[in-house]
């Protein structure tokens, strides 16, 4: 249940924001469009706050719908031209940290048994019975008041209401029956049910104009199904009633609801049919009824909501359509989504008393709000599915595995290494694993449980001899992963792109454990992160100064490469050759480092970035650079060789 609270408060968050927007500019709205279309809006946002599917969720559905472009895309092209990935073009997600002192258990005694819940769990079973609470109370109200209004009420056996009635189903093309009841308690004319729709009418003396107007009002609110609309936004106020936005959400699209109802019954109609409409809604403005419910339309309300219908009624200019301001709001919304996320850690402790002695040393900050700015996408051009790498933001981290349907979970702590200048990660259960050699970590129960990464260079690699590599060696494509049965041993790999370079993150596990191991091993692997993440290039220098360095970018071609051209010097093994794209302008990070060959050979030496600008003026032939760029900044310049 608390799971289902966070994906409600995470929804309840992102939407509020537009819920915000939409409130400020709501005068404005107003006045230049339509109101259906603000009102579409609302139900658009309703929606939104019923459905938990939450960020991560929905960033995986746009990944999908990017990578199928992909593969469409290069089914098209003649030749196989590598995709890079744009480090700053990442999705970028805001997580709310839930203060540690809400996933703190707490001990409670309860007999002999301790029972250990924490404030989140306590906040979760509150939202739960505030929501059934009010659900109830909505319900129990309108199934009262149906009750009574079928009891005390009579149905309406009066030819000219009937006549009336009959002529609007068939102009407005309405195929239901529907009963017209008469009710002395009646708030104001109103439809009323969900199956079987019943038109209420207060006990009054109507004429006909008022008839007319009153009937089409009622019959255009039940052809639109906003009965059921007023379901739906109770539902959403319900899941969301500690949020105060969307109570004001419910009563504006109740507004709105109206007001658009308004033009559909004037809709076409001249400004004398629309001055008597709002006659025959003023002439019935200063009757008092004794109850109300919020699952029936209503033909009039406040005194303050009535002037709004009639400015918007008598309006005698035209409103535009408001399709893009619905789609940039749905666009909005989304987008919104995928931003925030609330997260909540848990820890782990051997007892009671352990937890409250060590409570100080494990808590986590009361709130942070993390950018996961280091997300780096995964390139899906493999036949499989590949998961994001997420940066680690925290030591350590509670891992969730589902064992033969049951949920466990460990504590891990982030275990952080790299291969030449890269670093990676990995979160290992505590006490369960142990380095075997470089790059491999093995369980300390059993030798056949393992866990590797490796890294494949752009430079000498490329995805497809990658690929080749493990199925030459009897690898085969499942579920977005090379398996391999090795006698008893099931081995499986992920291939991961980041920048061109291509990273495997392997594990290995008898085939008898796969309810156990089977089920902890990719949980594991997908916390793996690259946390460093640093491009490699080759280049000459166009200029240095203030900060900034141009460089002329190389291509570092080797004999293995698949850019190889037969022209090339094969007894040197490399070339270098001119990338066609222009020159790039980088700024020099604060800390960078800068070395030179001494006499343009061995051993290096290290300069000051103003020793080495003074190095750059006084040299008569230009020179091979390696340069060492993150997150567009370069971090080292390193003299290659004096061509």
Not at 92 to 102: A, C, L
Not at 287 to 305: A, C, H, N
Not at 377 to 399: C, H, K, Q, W, Y
Not at 582 to 603: M, V, W
């Amino acid at each position: 249940m608390t799971n289902v609270f966070l994906a409600f408060l995470e929804i309840s968050a992102s939407t509020s924001l537009v819920i915000t927007v939409l409130l400020l500019v709501t005068p404005l709205l107003n006045k230049r469009y339509a109101a259906k279309w603000k009102y579409l809006i609302w139900i658009f946002l309703a929606l939104r706050l019923l459905i938990p599917f939450r960020g991560a969720d929905m960033q995986t559905v746009m990944e999908k719908l990017l990578r199928m472009g992909t593969r469409a895309e290069l089914q098209f092209e003649e030749d196989h031209t590598e995709i890079p990935t744009d480090m700053e073009t990442a999705p970028r997600r805001v997580i709310v940290r839930i203060p540690s002192q809400m996933t703190a258990p707490i001990a409670m005694q309860s007999g002999k048994n301790n029972s250990r819940i924490t404030l989140l769990d306590i906040a979760a079973f509150v939202w739960m019975l505030g929501s059934l609470v009010f659900l109830l109370t909505n319900l129990i109200s309108y199934a009262h008041y149906k009750r009574q209004m079928t009891k005390r009420g009579n149905v309406i056996k009066d030819r000219r209401i009937l006549q009336q009635m009959l002529e609007l189903k068939r102009e407005l093309h309405i195929k239901r029956t529907v009963q017209v009841m008469e009710y002395s308690e009646a708030a104001s004319p109103m439809i009323m049910g969900f199956l079987k729709p019943v038109l209420v009418l207060p006990k009054e003396e109507y004429s006909a104009e008022d008839v007319f107007f009153i009937l089409k009002h009622e019959l255009v609110h039940l052809k639109r199904g906003d009965i059921y609309v007023k379901l739906l936004f109770m539902a959403a106020n319900a899941l969301h009633w500690f949020n105060p936005l969307i109570w004001m959400m419910q009563k504006e699209a109740a507004i709105d609801m109206e007001l658009s109802c308004d033009e559909k019954v004037t809709q076409g109609a001249d400004y004398a049919v629309r001055k008597a409409y709002t006659e025959t809604l003023l002439s019935t403005l200063h009757k008092q009824w004794k109850k109300r419910t919020v699952l029936s339309t209503q033909f009039y309300d406040d005194k303050q909501i009535m002037k709004k219908r009639f400015q918007n009624i008598l309006k005698k200019r035209r409103k535009r359509n408001g399709a893009a301001v619905f789609i940039l709001a749905a666009v909005f919304t989304i987008g919104l989504g995928t931003l925030v996320e609330c997260s909540a850690g848990k820890e782990n402790t051997e007892d009671i008393t352990g937890q409250e002695e060590n409570a100080g040393q494990t808590e986590r900050a009361e709130s942070d709000i993390a950018d996961e700015s280091t997300v780096v996408p995964a390139d899906d051009i493999f036949d499989g599915e590949v998961s994001n790498m997420e940066a680690a933001a925290e030591n350590t981290r509670i891992l969730t595995i589902i064992k033969e349907g049951e949920p466990e979970e460990k504590q891990a702590t982030l275990v952080t290494t790299g291969i030449f200048n890269k670093e990676y990660s990995f979160y290992l259960p505590d006490g369960e694993w142990q380095k075997a050699e470089a790059d491999t970590w093995k369980s300390v129960v059993n030798e056949d449980v393992q866990l590797w990464a490796g890294l494949f260079e752009k430079e000498f690699f490329d995805r497809d001899r990658v690929e080749g590599l493990y199925t030459s060696d009897g690898y085969e494509w499942e579920n977005g992963e090379l398996v391999k049965l090795d006698e008893n041993i099931i081995r499986k790999v992920r291939m991961l792109e980041d920048n061109g370079d291509i990273w495997c993150v392997g594990y290995s596990y008898p085939i008898e454990a796969e309810e156990g191991w089977g089920r902890e091993l990719p949980v594991i692997a997908d916390t793996f992160a690259i946390t460093v993440s640093e491009e490699i290039m080759h280049g000459y220098i166009s200029a240095f100064d203030n900060g900034f360095v141009t460089i002329d970018r190389q291509l570092w071609v080797t004999f293995e490469s698949e850019d190889w051209k037969p022209e090339y010097n094969a007894d040197a093994g490399f070339e270098v050759v001119d990338a066609e794209e222009e020159d790039i302008i980088y700024s020099i990070h604060e800390d960078c480092t800068f070395f030179i060959l001494e006499n343009h050979y061995d051993p290096s030496i290290e300069l000051s970035e103003e020793e080495f600008a003074n190095y750059l003026t006084e040299m008569e032939y230009p020179v091979l650079w390696i340069f060492t760029v993150k997150e567009g900044q370069v971090m080292s310049i390193t003299e290659q060789y004096l061509p």
